[in-house]
């Protein structure tokens, strides 16, 4: 039985503290700084509308002997609240990285040169109904894998959360990451500056756009050696907003009530590899920084 300390207690940091606790592991959410320890109950509802009720302890640090920090804050928020716990992570606790977007992990690997990192994606739909009420709202697949050599140690960690029925360990993990961030690139921004649902970007107005993203994206991912041509990568995407046609995007909630995006994570991400290889990404570029410009509040 490991020690899991949860960093982000929202929709997704809630499905995995459920998960990890129906695994018989121990769980703990570690809140801001100043949080007094106390016990959270919420309750989770899975995909047949069943609920069960839980209970985490939470408190401002990590518990003794942590294993497994599992991090679920948006990817701007990580490298922040990692710094501020930097004295209380040992050298034995793995740092298990799982957001939309790219680019934390070599930030937190600068932090703690010494610690496993692993990586993480996952496609489950969870829902925050209320403070203690987690809904399960799409069966999805959640894939780790390591970031560096000393996290490839934890290869058996899919058996160990059996509860995680979908959990996989990928030892290229860097392949799904990219393959998410594709989607988002082509999803995210676009439904953020229309206010718009996924599905949407099917529509003949906004499609062509989408197609313009993916296709630049294709140059990025071979250049980067990744195994996908543009009619795959735009196959993924497709499917992609037709499953998920009734959503919100994160970065649609995210600009919807004013809140800093992952922007600099996702198509930011993009921005950077593709000026690494001289790869002119116009439309990528030119959402950036209309996002940016929402951020800062120019327009
Ligand atoms: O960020 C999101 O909202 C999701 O990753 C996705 C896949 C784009 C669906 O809305």
Same mark, same amino acid.
């Given at each position: 039985?490991? !020690?899991?300390? +949860?960093?982000?207690?929202? %929709?997704?940091?809630?499905?995995?503290?459920?998960?990890?606790?129906?695994?018989?592991?121990? &769980?703990?959410?570690?809140?801001?700084?100043?949080?007094?320890?106390? +016990?959270?109950?919420?309750?989770?509802?899975?995909?047949?509308?069943?609920?069960?009720?839980?209970?985490?302890? %939470?408190?401002?640090?990590?518990?003794?002997?942590?294993?497994?920090?599992?991090?679920?804050?948006?990817?701007?928020?990580?490298?922040? *609240?990692?710094?501020?716990?930097?004295?209380?992570?040992?050298?034995?606790?793995? $740092?298990?990285?799982?957001?939309? =977007?790219?680019?934390?992990?070599?930030?937190?690997?600068?932090?703690?040169?010494?610690? *496993? $990192?692993?990586?993480?994606?996952?496609?489950?739909?969870?829902?925050?109904?209320?403070?203690?009420? $987690?809904?399960?709202?799409?069966? =999805?697949?959640?894939?780790? =894998?390591?970031?560096?050599?000393? &996290?490839?140690?934890?290869?058996? $960690?899919?058996?160990?959360?059996?509860?995680?029925?979908?959990?996989?360990?990928?030892?290229?993990?860097?392949?799904?990451?990219?393959?998410?961030?594709?989607?988002?690139?082509?999803?995210?921004?676009?439904?953020? +500056?229309?206010?718009?649902?996924?599905?949407?970007?099917?529509?003949?107005?906004?499609?062509? @756009?989408?197609?313009?993203?993916?296709?630049?994206?294709?140059?990025?991912?071979?250049?980067?050696?990744?195994?996908?041509?543009?009619?795959?990568? @735009? *196959?993924?995407?497709?499917? #992609?907003?037709?499953?998920?046609?009734?959503?919100?995007?994160?970065?649609?909630?995210?600009?919807?009530? !004013?809140?800093?995006?992952?922007?600099?994570?996702?198509?930011?991400?993009?921005?950077?590899?593709? !000026?690494?290889?001289?790869?002119? #990404?116009?439309?990528? @570029?030119?959402?950036?920084?209309? +996002?940016?410009?929402?951020?800062?509040?120019?327009?």
């Amino acid at each position: 039985m490991a !020690n899991w300390n +949860i960093l982000g207690a929202g %929709a997704i940091g809630h499905f995995f503290a459920e998960k990890l606790l129906k695994s018989g592991q121990h &769980a703990a959410f570690v809140l801001r700084p100043e949080s007094e320890p106390h +016990i959270r109950s919420f309750n989770f509802e899975n995909l047949a509308a069943e609920n069960t009720s839980n209970t985490v302890m %939470a408190q401002g640090k990590l518990t003794p002997k942590c294993d497994f920090l599992l991090v679920t804050l948006k990817a701007q928020d990580v490298l922040p *609240a990692l710094t501020l716990l930097q004295s209380q992570i040992d050298k034995h606790c793995c $740092i298990v990285l799982l957001h939309n =977007g790219m680019g934390t992990a070599e930030q937190t690997e600068k932090l703690f040169p010494r610690n *496993a $990192i692993m990586v993480g994606t996952t496609s489950n739909g969870v829902l925050k109904v209320s403070d203690d009420h $987690i809904r399960h709202t799409g069966a =999805g697949v959640t894939w780790l =894998g390591p970031f560096n050599n000393q &996290a490839k140690r934890y290869k058996d $960690i899919a058996t160990q959360l059996s509860a995680l029925e979908e959990l996989t360990w990928c030892d290229d993990i860097r392949e799904k990451l990219w393959l998410k961030l594709v989607i988002n690139c082509a999803i995210n921004p676009l439904t953020a +500056i229309h206010q718009c649902q996924n599905g949407e970007l099917a529509s003949s107005s906004l499609y062509p @756009q989408v197609v313009k993203i993916v296709q630049e994206l294709a140059l990025v991912c071979e250049k980067a050696r990744l195994p996908w041509p543009y009619a795959e990568l @735009q *196959a993924q995407v497709d499917n #992609v907003i037709a499953r998920t046609a009734e959503n919100f995007s994160s970065m649609h909630q995210d600009r919807l009530f !004013n809140r800093q995006t992952e922007i600099d994570f996702i198509t930011g991400y993009v921005l950077k590899v593709a !000026n690494a290889y001289s790869i002119p #990404v116009p439309t990528n @570029q030119a959402l950036f920084e209309q +996002i940016k410009q929402q951020e800062t509040g120019l327009v």
